[in-house]
């Protein structure tokens, strides 16, 4: 069970779920979301896609890791759904590590993945070959969500219910 002063954040690849279950489990508990795309976007004023295309990927990293990081400091115990590359700086894992915060990766098969991104606009990397992309994240960052979860939850063939059910057990 969570703490009732420890955030609960959520990580996984895009197309997992995050910010759906996120949503959900925090009106559940009756805590503030926060969502690191969303964060990144009221702070510039600007959409993740139009970042990536102006300032490049290393700009909106900074961006990622400032808003992972903020929202980890935040004294009110909150639901956090980390975007799909906040693991990828060795600095937010170390955060999300040694936080109390319990964290939960929403694992899921490519192809439950490859399913679901269609036709959502912040996700630039996949503008290519979303399939070659998704796969290739995968294999790159299973490791890296697996050394930050304290929980991993199996999210394939599962309803938004089962799965928030899931996280909150
Ligand atoms: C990204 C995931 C996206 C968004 C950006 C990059 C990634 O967020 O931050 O397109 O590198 O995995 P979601 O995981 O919320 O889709």
């Not at 970042?51 to 900074?62: H, K, N, S, Y």
């Not at 600095?91 to 319990?102: E, I, K, M, V, Y």
Request: aromatic letters at 2%; charged letters at 30%; a negative charge.
């Amino acid at each position: 069970m969570i703490g009732d002063d420890q955030h609960l954040v959520l990580v996984g690849l895009m197309g997992s779920g995050k910010s759906t279950v996120a949503r959900v489990v925090a009106e559940r508990l009756g805590r503030p979301l926060v969502d690191s795309d969303a964060v990144i976007e009221e702070r510039t004023g600007r959409t993740v896609r139009e970042i990536f295309l102006a300032d490049g990927e290393p700009a909106f990293r900074e961006l990622e890791t400032a808003a992972l990081l903020d929202a980890l400091a935040d004294p009110r115990p909150s639901v956090i759904a980390a975007a799909g590359g906040a693991v990828l700086a060795e600095c937010n894992r170390q955060a999300l590590r040694s936080s109390t915060a319990r964290v939960v990766w929403l694992c899921a098969d490519p192809a439950t993945l490859l399913e679901r991104v269609r036709g959502a606009s912040h996700r630039p990397l996949l503008d290519d070959d979303a399939e070659a992309g998704l796969r290739t994240m995968s294999e790159r960052r299973e490791p890296l969500y697996r050394e930050v979860a304290d929980a991993i939850v199996l999210v394939d063939g599962r309803s938004v219910s089962e799965v928030v059910e899931a996280v909150l057990r």
